[in-house]
């Protein structure tokens, strides 16, 4: 039952940008939808995981134990869908909690896309796809854009508000910089992206 719940929350995780088109991009046609599946397929099942345990989680053991979750969990989790689809998963925003997600300078060009669309307030693209040299290696990236749901508001809303005091003290222990909070359903937190070798698509 509760993964149904956290089942239905993906269209509204999603919210609607199925249905928009992705960027545009520089890669050929061919290949911007090789990316955009294995993309997609990768993110999918890291944000249906995710969600459904951190949902279980938040029902069974309240948010405290579930700040826990998601600094150890969430980790081993995203390294093993990686491998499993050969890329290279990463979460990463301009409000981070944790330093360990801060983006490069690729990954704000494509938070500043989304970003854009949040703040005129209109529906953001599915995606967005880069080609990107990472040393001296050509890769392809894939960036969802992730946006903030009621049950999100729990860790990251308004402290005090939203967020409970001894849930703010706890995310304060472990993070003293964080600055993943003052969040509202709806706003844009940030990216997950996809990084695929260059010989996977071809
Ligand atoms: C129980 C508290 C809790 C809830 C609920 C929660 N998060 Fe988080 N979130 C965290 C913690 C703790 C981290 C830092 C994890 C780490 O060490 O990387 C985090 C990190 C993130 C990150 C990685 C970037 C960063 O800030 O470091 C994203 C993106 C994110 N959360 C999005 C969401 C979204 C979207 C939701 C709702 C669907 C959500 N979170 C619900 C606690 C929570």
């Known amino acids: 039952m509760r993964r149904m719940v956290a089942l239905t929350l993906i269209p509204v995780l999603i ?4 249905l928009t088109a992705g960027k545009r991009s520089s890669l050929d046609p ?4 090789k990316v955009v599946e294995i ?7 890291l944000l249906k995981t995710l969600l459904g345990e951190v949902t279980t989680s938040l029902e069974e053991k309240g948010p405290v134990a579930t700040i826990n979750y998601c600094s150890e969990r969430a980790y081993p989790l ?7 689809f050969g890329v290279k998963i990463k979460r990463t925003t301009f409000k981070y909690r944790n330093p360990k997600n801060k983006p490069d300078k690729y990954e704000e060009e494509a938070l500043r896309y989304f970003e854009k669309f949040f ?14 040299k990472v040393g001296d290696k050509l890769v392809y990236r894939y ?8 049950l999100c508001l729990t860790c990251h809303g308004t402290p005090g508000k939203d967020i409970k005091p001894e849930v703010y003290k706890a995310i304060k222990k472990k ?9 509202k359903e709806g706003d844009f937190r940030g990216v997950v992206r996809v990084e695929i070798p260059a010989e996977r698509v071809r």
């Open 143 to 150: 960036y969802f854009p992730l946006k903030v749901l009621k």
């Open 175 to 183: 993070y003293p910089e964080d600055k993943a909070v003052g969040y």
């Open 39 to 45: 993309g997609k397929k990768a993110t999918m099942t």
């Open 15 to 18: 919210g609607g940008v199925l």
């Open 78 to 84: 995203t390294d093993s869908i990686s491998e499993a």
């Open 119 to 132: 703040k005129e307030g209109k529906k953001p693209p599915a995606h967005y796809v880069q080609k990107v």
């Open 30 to 33: 061919e290949t911007e939808k």
